[in-house]
């Protein structure tokens, strides 16, 4: 399925990632995985995984790259991803996983088609994410995570530009305005 998109959003905890992906995922027919919902509903349902990773997001940690790799090579082998392409927000988040994600696409015959970085400010993401009251939003966790990116997710914007795959798009506006400039973006590079 050479037409389906398959790409991974970028970008700051709070820069509007997941509104952003809904509305992606709605307008180009793919499915949407979002590893940190895909987290927290394991956390609610008390699984095994669940468990493991309730403290670490509660301390603004990163869950284990094996756990999480395993996690998206299950999800991306499922059929309707084979067909109708993915959207991934919130993984990659290290170099580890970058190199599984390139590793388990091309063991399905497949590869990327862009890496989207939705580019907004720390001070205006700490801001925004101290408003939106999420249980996980403390504003230790929030700095935690925000270092945490920079440490380690932010090389990877190095990783997507090395391998052609990155766009970067200027995440303030309104939600309709960014959507837009994303939308543009992915048509651009479907073609
Ligand atoms: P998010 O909703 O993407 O902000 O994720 C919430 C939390 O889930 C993060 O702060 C991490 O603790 C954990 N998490 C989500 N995705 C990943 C990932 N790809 N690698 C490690 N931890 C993750």
Redesign the pocket.
Known sequence: MGGSLRMVILGR?GSG??TQSTRIAEAFGCIHV???????AAVAEGTELGKV?AE??ES??????DI?NGI?ADRLAKDDIVEHGILL??????AD?ADALERILAELGQSLTLAVNLDVAVAEVRARMLSRGRE?DTPD?IDR?LA?YEEQTAPLLDWFAQHGLLETVEGLGTETEVFDRLHETILDRLD
Do not use: E, F, N
């Open positions: 905890q990632k997941g979002s590893t940190g919902d895909v987290l927290r990773a670490i997001m603004g940690g990163l869950v284990g790259d999480m998206v927000d919130g993984y990659p988040r290290t996983q996980d966790a995570r945490l």
